[in-house]
């Protein structure tokens, strides 16, 4: 099993950038594991949010394998406790399925993106930029493999 973070657009806020980078180290201890950036679109002005979003859409598309599990970091997905993520991840770990949880633009996901996705988790009903919440999953991601591993990083 294999895990890509894609996003769109890179992580601005360096001081961000730095956390992402080190719980991202961390998380190749357990799992293969990167993030993939797809740039974000130029000259959007003249598109509506709609248009905006079937671009991000099809570039998301592209970046996913056919075989790739596509889950979506969406604010109507599933929210979980700590444990309940390990969990999840160590039921997606067990299907060996690679894994792509994908962080899309500001404007959400286009209808293609949505078909193609199997399944939805959100973070939090409270809303966070799309670059704080880089952070916020890798931690959590971070977290679920040390629930997993039975380490002493997450107390109960």
């Known amino acids: 099993m294999k895990i890509t973070l894609l996003v769109v657009g890179k992580t601005t806020d360096q001081h961000l950038q730095t956390l992402i980078s080190d719980y991202v180290a961390r998380l190749g201890h357990y799992v293969p594991f990167q993030v993939q ?5 130029k000259n959007v002005k003249a598109l509506s949010q709609e248009q905006q979003k079937n671009l991000e859409g099809e570039l998301i598309l592209k970046a996913v394998g ?6 979506l970091l969406d604010e109507h997905g599933t929210e979980f406790r ?6 999840y991840i160590a ?4 299907a060996r399925r690679d894994v792509c949880l994908v962080i899309g ?5 286009s209808n293609s993106v ?3 996705a199997e399944g939805k988790i ?4 409270m809303t966070f930029s799309h670059q704080m919440i880089r952070l916020l999953l890798v931690e959590q991601l971070y977290r679920a493999f040390t629930i997993i591993r039975g380490e002493k990083y997450h107390h109960e």
Not at 37 to 41: G, T
Not at 82 to 87: L, T
Not at 122 to 125: A, G, H, M, P
Request: net charge neutral; charged share 20%; glycine share 6%.
């Open 91 to 94: 039921k997606k770990m067990a």
């Open 114 to 116: 949505y078909q193609r």
């Open 122 to 125: 959100s973070l939090s009903q």
């Open 105 to 109: 633009g500001p404007f959400g996901f």
């Open 82 to 87: 700590s444990i309940a993520f390990a969990d």
């Open 66 to 71: 056919p075989a790739t599990e596509l889950i």
């Open 37 to 41: 950036v797809i740039p974000e679109l």
